[in-house]
């Protein structure tokens, strides 16, 4: 079974970066796509980025400019990079995987203050 973990959230001054991490056990497999969402409370999850097996990548326009999704195959590792962020970023962020099924992290929180 694969297994995704999270790390890297916390919290930070408005203007500031974070890089999440999104680590994958196992090896032996490839990635269809990886891909970044957040959720903050009462709201719906909400996409961010994805990177393809090619390595083409998709933003949101809320954080287009901002934030930039990357991968080390190797690793089995995927990481959003997020500079510039704002209070209206603070969210659970949660990555997910395709292999052959979608899999899912436990989420890291990010707080942006004022």
């Known amino acids: 079974q694969v297994q995704l973990v999270e790390s890297g959230g916390g919290l930070v001054q408005a203007g500031g970066s974070l890089r999440l991490s999104c680590a994958a056990s196992?090896?032996?497999?490839?990635?269809?796509?990886s891909g970044w969402f957040r959720q903050a409370p009462g709201k719906q999850r909400e996409w961010l980025a994805t990177i393809i097996r090619d390595g083409s990548t998709n933003y949101a326009d809320s954080v287009r400019g901002r934030f930039a999704i990357s991968r080390d195959n190797a690793k089995n590792t995927v990481y959003l990079q997020m500079d510039g962020l704002k209070p209206e970023d603070t969210a659970v962020y949660y990555c997910?995987?395709?292999?052959?099924?979608?899999?899912w992290g436990q989420g890291t929180q990010v707080i942006v203050s004022s």
């Open positions: 997910n995987c395709y292999i052959d099924m979608v899999y």
């Open positions: 196992g090896s032996g497999f490839r990635i269809a796509y």
